[in-house]
């Protein structure tokens, strides 16, 4: 009897087994309860009775036979989620050291083990817009045991934060020491874009922190434990290596070589990660699932060619590299790689087939059970979604076959003309892959760093080349540079080249036109959005099947996301706002036609003053150009973060000083070079000058044309900025003679005054306080270093004195038909024209 035989189905790859891999579910579901604490913060027993009331539930229907028991099973395991994230990030023993810290800082005593590897700060080279040198500090976390307290030590617990200034200290992990300082809760961020250090603490389980102040009594070892700890062992063996390193290599790619390599970027300068950042590049210097993708490659090479059996050669590997992930410091993206290489040798172990997915998932929980709040970090992030798009993304570009004609050509060409084709072929896929994960993580990048290089669509494969043969002849320094040092001396040398091309490259590249643009705040909706259908397009079988449909829709979605970055906002509103960025300055002047007018931009720490707090403000208001940056004065603290806001922002035109330019101090001639080099016009005003910006009226009381003599302060200019019946003085570091010619003008009641040099009672007369009359004075200034003898002579007027330090940034913005003075750190609200000695409008935590 003859039947009709249908040919077999196609098996399923296992590439292609996502919602079948058992570990799937297992991971959305912990991950689930993990965000959900996250954003409600749930308490610790309630969600521990959530465990156990759902494991009941499922034993319960799983005994009945009910075939949604998994359902059960699943919510116990985000309730378990939620537990462990609750209980690693907001659970506090009873005697938790952040119990006692203050926000102000107070004097203490502690014991306790050093907890992970200090990192050594050096002393950074001669900058001309630093006031102070950087000097060498050690970095490090204590877990505490003991608080000293009116001559007896009580027992404590918890981690703190410690910074030993002055020095750089022989310590390692396991250490027993005893520090003296001022112990402090983590500040809060003081301006809306800034970054949260202390939810940055909080999420390494970090309640204080404790700055070690340069002094000999300061820090004691009690014991040398390193020896006792494996992890201490690790760190020794790191700055070993980290020693090597600057014995063999010149000092400009030490530090590239030592994060490359050992994940140690303490050597590094801000420059140079910027660099790296700025071309898309910087994950050739984090550890990272590439670095360990290239030393497996290798020693599977080296195990083959050593006739080193399969299962063999994948215990060996898994084993060198589990060790060289936790030697780098255990970091996210590198465990991720450690946990994915460990599932697929188990496999080849067990010789069991291995899914992807189930691999994907394991190296999910394996992070998140390490420590859950990982997940939420960006480096992690970025991992996952590269690996997620190169497996289940360009993985499935299959290769075709070669068609018959094809062949028959390829038999008439010449050798070298069919390798030639074959490598532009494969160097055509590399790049292909390189754009698709570009496109992939550049919004992630863009909505945590603010940027988008397009440069790495062209240098990252070789990139990946340089930093991979970086790091194998680096290792073949490290290994032999003890025992064969005339083998040292070729890897040296091979490894400066490697070094060299990468470091050549990465800078020439930057300078490319477009080769990036630094971006406003991503919108978290949107972001959301895209991932979700990013993860829908790799899992999801119907959509790959039609993905000619879905195509249009994720272009039009990219589209809006760049709509939404690039174009100007649309604020239509007048805002002044005094940045909190320490002792310094910068006044923000938002008019009600979105143009921003910047009133000095500097700080006593640093030019990094843009970076941390200036321009994470103007990305959260939506700016990418500012119209005018008014410089009040030739102090550092006043402008030295000018430069860097050229670099980030398109700059209308900078207003300066008389004097400014005649002032050439370093900083002054950098900043004035800055200015050529991009090309910006510049112009000087002086008293009286009046103009108008969208109805915002702009008036220079201070200085003249000439003088009056002595120091930059004297000078300061003095700006009257009025619009709808709101009147604020800006003063800058206004100080005698200067403070004395503008009291000789006409008496100026103003709404809102700048305490003039940074609150300093020497500026702040009763003079002033009489002549100015203002319903509020705002400090821009650092933490005090000393309680004024004199009395604050705004208070007999009834003046509100309002301080960034302690307050936050000081915002003045209209509310209806009324202007309101809102502090951001403390959340507090007054309205301008209310009754001075009244409460806040709204008060804040």
Not at 249 to 255: C, D, H, I
Not at 582 to 592: D, L, R, Y
Request: net charge positive; proline share 7%.
């Amino acid at each position: 009897m003859a039947t009709n035989s249908l040919p077999p189905l196609a098996a399923p790859k296992l590439r292609d087994l996502i919602w079948q891999a058992p570990l799937v579910p297992v991971a959305l579901a912990f991950t689930s309860g993990i965000i959900l604490d996250r954003i409600a913060s749930i308490r610790l027993p309630t969600s521990l009775a959530c465990v156990v009331a759902f494991v009941a539930a499922f034993v319960a229907s799983k005994r009945k036979g009910q075939t949604h028991a998994p359902v059960w099973l699943w919510l116990a395991l985000a309730a378990a989620g939620a537990s462990w994230h609750q209980w690693y990030r907001d659970s506090m023993a009873p005697n938790d050291i952040r119990l006692f810290a203050t926000a102000e800082g107070r004097p203490v005593r502690l014991r306790g083990i050093v907890d992970s590897e200090p990192v050594q700060v050096r002393d950074l080279a001669a900058d001309p817009l630093r006031s102070f040198a950087t000097k060498p500090a050690t970095r490090l976390t204590v877990r505490v045991r003991q608080l000293e307290h009116r001559s007896d030590w009580h027992p404590v617990s918890g981690l703190v934060q410690s910074t030993i200034a002055g020095k750089q200290m022989p310590l390692h992990v396991g250490d027993e020491i005893e520090l003296t300082g001022l112990l402090a809760l983590p500040p809060a961020p003081g301006n809306p874009g800034a970054f949260d250090y202390a939810e940055f603490l909080r999420d390494q389980g970090i309640g204080a922190t404790l700055h070690v102040p340069d002094a000999s009594d300061a820090v004691d070892v009690l014991r040398e434990g390193w020896p006792h700890s494996a992890w201490g062992w690790l760190a020794v063996l790191r700055a070993r290596g980290v020693t090597l390193l600057e014995e063999h290599l010149p000092a400009g790619q030490r530090g590239v070589a030592a994060a490359l390599l050992l994940g140690d970027g303490s050597a590094m300068t801000h420059d140079e990660w910027e660099q790296y950042l700025r071309t898309g590049v910087v994950h050739v210097l984090a550890i990272s699932g590439q670095h360990l993708v290239v030393l497996a490659a290798f020693l599977w090479f080296a195990c083959r060619v050593l006739h080193v059996r399969r299962r063999t050669a994948a215990l060996v590997i898994v084993l060198l590299l589990l060790g060289y992930a936790l030697l780098t410091g255990g970091r996210p993206p590198v465990m991720r790689a450690a946990w994915m290489v460990t599932a697929y040798a188990g496999g080849m172990i067990l010789r069991r087939p291995v899914l992807p997915a189930n691999t994907f998932a394991l190296a999910w929980l394996g992070v998140a059970a390490f420590n859950p709040t990982d997940i939420f970090n960006t480096g992690c992030q970025l991992s996952f979604v590269a690996v997620a798009v190169l497996i289940w993304g360009t993985g499935r570009w299959e290769a075709r076959e070669q068609d018959p004609l094809e062949k028959l050509i390829d038999e008439s060409r010449s050798w070298a003309t069919i390798v030639a084709i074959r490598f532009f072929r494969w160097l055509g896929w590399l790049y292909a892959v390189n754009a698709i994960v570009w496109l992939a993580v550049t919004p992630l990048i863009a909505a945590r760093y603010h940027v988008v290089s397009p440069v790495a669509l062209l240098i990252g494969p070789p990139m990946v080349l340089f930093s991979s043969l970086a790091l194998l002849l680096g290792f073949g320094l490290l290994l032999t540079a003890p025992v064969l040092p005339p083998l040292a001396a070729l890897f040296t040398v091979l490894t400066k080249a490697s070094l060299y091309l990468a470091d050549v490259l990465v800078r020439w590249s930057s300078g490319w036109p477009g080769a990036y643009s630094f971006v406003p705040d991503v919108p978290a909706w949107w972001l959301v959005v895209f991932y979700a259908g990013l993860l829908a397009c790799l899992s999801v079988p119907w959509l790959q099947g039609h993905w000619r449909r879905s195509l249009p829709l994720g272009v039009g979605w990219l589209a809006l996301g760049g709509f939404l970055v690039y174009w100007p906002p649309d604020h239509r509103d007048f805002r002044c706002t005094f940045l909190a960025v320490g002792h310094g300055g910068c006044t923000v002047i938002e008019t009600p036609q979105n143009r921003v007018i910047l009133y000095d931009a500097g700080a006593i720490t640093g030019p990094d003053v843009t970076r941390r707090h200036i321009a994470p403000f103007l990305w959260k208001r939506g700016y990418r150009r500012i119209d005018e940056i008014i410089v009040s004065h030739g102090d550092l603290d006043h402008f030295n973060g000018v430069p860097q806001l050229l670099e980030r922002f398109a700059v209308g035109r900078v207003t300066l000083t008389p004097s400014f330019a005649a002032h050439a101090t370093p900083g002054i001639s950098y900043t004035l070079r800055a200015l050529e080099r991009m090309g910006l016009p510049s112009r000087v005003v002086h008293a009286p000058a009046e103009w108008d910006v969208d109805g915002v009226h702009f008036e220079v009381l201070h200085p003249p044309a000439h003088g009056p003599a002595g120091v930059e302060n004297v000078r300061s200019l003095v700006l009257m900025v009025r619009h709808e019946g709101l009147t604020a003085l800006l003063t800058g570091d206004l100080q005698e003679p200067g403070l004395k010619r503008v009291l000789a003008l006409p008496s100026r009641p103003v709404d809102v005054l700048m305490a003039p040099h940074h609150g300093s009672r020497a500026s702040n007369t009763k003079e002033l306080a009489a002549w100015a009359r203002p319903k509020f004075v705002v400090s821009c200034q650092g933490p005090p270093t000393s309680v004024p003898k004199e009395p604050n002579p705004y208070e007999a007027l009834g003046s509100r004195w309002l301080s960034t330090w302690s307050q936050g940034a000081v915002t003045i913005r209209r509310d209806g038909n009324a202007w309101m003075v809102e502090t951001f750190a403390t959340r507090n609200q007054w309205e301008v024209g209310a009754d001075r000695s009244g409460l806040p409008f709204r008060e804040g935590r």
